[in-house]
Every structure is written in structure tokens, then in C-alpha cells.
């Protein structure tokens, strides 16, 4: 079975600094990797996805985030951090089709990392 | 109104009351998911219904029952809760339940608290 870990519970930055949000994962096969963000008081809105090709991946609101199958991470960064990014941040991992061709489209989401940003 | 939308956004209710969640989407998705997100918990995934029809019950348990009319609208239906089934309740929506391709659109979710 798949799982998702974030190690930080909860990171403060400075506005204008970088950030970079860790996500582990654990899957037997290619896995299909995702960054979610949840406003307060808001549900989940989709950053970015992989699922394959180029490692590095670009998302909305200037967040990137690089699949490393050598480490099984999928970290989140963004150069420059804005007052409104502060949120709480799910990283998930979806399953495919499995060798028997089952779909198990189901995504597994970690704990969240919340992120406040100081002015 | 577009999006996915969800009602009441609050919601506060004794254990021995029945109550509905209700959730419509207007995004054309075959696909509707209910998830509950409690404090210091991952989301966790309750039912999934492609086409009206329920594809995952995720050992929910039966005070909690999922009704789809159609592909637009999904209810939670709620009796005899327990406290510790206060959270938020998450709906979701996607193009197709088996294509990952498809992302999860979300809602704002109701907050339940059972007293």
C-alpha cells in the first residue's frame, strides 16, 4: 500500500525568503504525485502534479516541485514566499492501473504541512 | 455558480440527531467523493461514487450513508453520530473516478461538531 510523509508539522518563513516543503513516499511502482494547498476556511486546491517525463514540474501561483525516485521525495519549493501563500500544504500519492490492470485511482494525502509567513 | 459547492458550511448537532450534508458540483465530473479531515489526521477518503454508482466504501461506518441521485449531487446522511466524528467533511469532484489524469476539485467543506 501507499503512504505519504511530511515530516514538518509546521514551518515559518519570512516573506521574500525561499521555501521548501518535504514530502516522502512510499509506493512500489512509478507513482503518480501530488501537491494540494488549503486555504483557511477553504478546501483542497491542486499546486502541481506528476506523473511522468521531465522531474522538475511547474505549478500555479509560482510553486515547482521535484520528483527524485532515488529518494522517494517529492519536494514542493518556491524562490520567493508571499504573506497570502500562507496555508496548510497536503502532498498525496495516486496508485495507477496495477499489474493485473485494475484501476485504484485513489489518492493517500499526508498529515499537512502548515505554513505561516512573517512579514 | 461554478465549482464545487457545499452546504451547510456549519453545522452543530446532538448525537442523536439525523442531518444531511449536501454537496453539488457544476464542473460536468462523473466522479463524487466524500472525505473527512480531522485535527492532526491525513484526509481520509469515505466514499467514492463514478456514475451514481458507489465504487469505494472505505469501511465508513453505517451512521454515515452516501446518497447520489445523479452525476451533479451527492448527500452525507448523518444519525447518531459520535463526538469524535466532529471534522471537516470534504466533497470532491473529478472527470472520471479510475483516470488519475483527472484531478480532485474540492469543495469548502462543512464543519461538524457533535455535541
Known amino acids: 500500500a501507499q503512504s505519504v510523509t511530511q515530516p514538518d508539522i509546521h514551518i515559518t518563513v519570512s516573506e521574500g525568503a525561499s521555501l521548501e516543503l518535504r514530502c516522502n513516499y512510499s509506493?512500489?511502482?512509478?507513482?503518480?504525485l501530488f501537491w494540494y494547498v488549503q486555504s483557511p476556511g477553504q478546501g483542497l486546491q491542486l499546486l502541481l502534479k506528476y506523473f511522468s517525463g521531465d522531474t522538475l514540474v511547474q505549478g500555479i501561483k509560482g510553486f515547482e516541485a521535484e520528483f527524485k525516485r532515488s529518494q522517494s521525495s517529492f519536494n514542493l519549493r518556491k524562490p520567493s514566499v508571499h504573506w497570502s501563500d500562507a496555508a496548510e500544504y497536503f502532498c498525496?500519492?495516486?496508485?495507477?492501473?496495477?499489474?493485473?490492470?485494475?484501476?485504484?485511482?485513489?489518492?493517500?494525502f499526508g498529515q499537512g504541512t502548515i505554513l505561516t509567513v512573517h512579514p | 455558480e461554478t465549482g464545487v459547492t457545499q452546504t451547510p458550511r456549519h453545522l452543530v448537532m446532538g448525537m442523536t440527531n439525523k442531518k444531511s450534508l449536501k454537496c453539488e458540483q457544476h464542473?460536468?465530473?462523473?466522479?463524487m467523493y466524500w472525505y473527512k479531515q480531522s485535527a492532526k489526521k491525513p484526509l481520509e477518503l469515505m466514499f467514492v461514487?463514478?456514475?451514481?454508482?458507489?465504487?469505494e466504501n472505505n469501511s465508513v461506518p453505517s451512521r454515515f450513508s452516501p446518497e447520489c441521485p445523479n452525476s451533479s449531487h451527492l448527500f452525507l446522511h448523518l444519525h447518531t453520530l459520535q463526538p469524535e466524528d466532529s471534522a471537516l467533511y470534504l466533497c470532491?469532484?473529478?472527470?472520471?473516478?479510475?483516470?488519475?489524469?483527472?484531478?480532485?476539485?474540492f469543495g469548502n467543506g462543512t464543519r461538524l461538531t457533535v455535541t
Open positions: 470532491a469532484s473529478s472527470q472520471d473516478w479510475d483516470r488519475l489524469l483527472s484531478p480532485l476539485h
Open positions: 464542473l460536468g465530473h462523473n466522479a
Open positions: 509506493y512500489g511502482a512509478t507513482p503518480y
Open positions: 498525496a500519492v495516486g496508485a495507477g492501473r496495477d499489474a493485473g490492470g485494475t484501476s485504484y485511482a485513489k489518492l493517500t
Open positions: 461514487y463514478n456514475f451514481k454508482e458507489q465504487t
